[in-house]
Nanobody, 115 residues
Framework: QVQLVESGGGLVQAGGSLRLSCAAS????????MGWYRQTPGKQRELVAA???????NYADSVKGRFTISRDNAKNTVYLQMNSLIPEDTAVYYC?????????WGRGTQVIVSS
């Protein structure tokens, strides 16, 4: 059982940047993996970026070179730095965590990229 709260979403023009934050209610060191997913109407939720407890990261091909996932264990927080945003990045972004407790999801934060 872990509660996740996302923040940092908003409206930005194409080419701009945003940084999303996901604050967890427990030490993220105890969580096996955390990640960011996104979803738009009519499409299934897709993985954007993930980071394991050991620090290994992976990204969707569509965001490689533009997005960076990182964490601050002292703050129990995972970040998603999004640069060079394009309209296709528009979605609700959800934080995810998995561990012995199962799988938890945040409520999401909206990102809108205008052209």
């Amino acid at each position: 059982q872990v509660q996740l709260v996302e923040s940092g979403g908003g409206l930005v023009q194409a080419g701009g940047s945003l940084r999303l934050s996901c604050a967890a209610s427990r030490s993220i060191f105890t969580i096996n993996g955390m990640g960011w997913y996104r979803q738009t109407p009519g499409k299934q939720r897709e993985l954007v970026a993930a980071i394991t407890r050991g620090g290994t990261t992976n990204y969707a091909d569509s965001v490689k070179g533009r997005f960076t996932i990182s964490r601050d264990n002292a703050k129990n927080t995972v970040y998603l730095q999004m640069n060079s945003l394009i309209p296709e990045d528009t979605a609700v972004y959800y934080c995810n965590a998995g561990g012995e407790f199962g799988v938890s999801w945040g409520r999401g934060t909206q990102v809108i990229v205008s052209s």
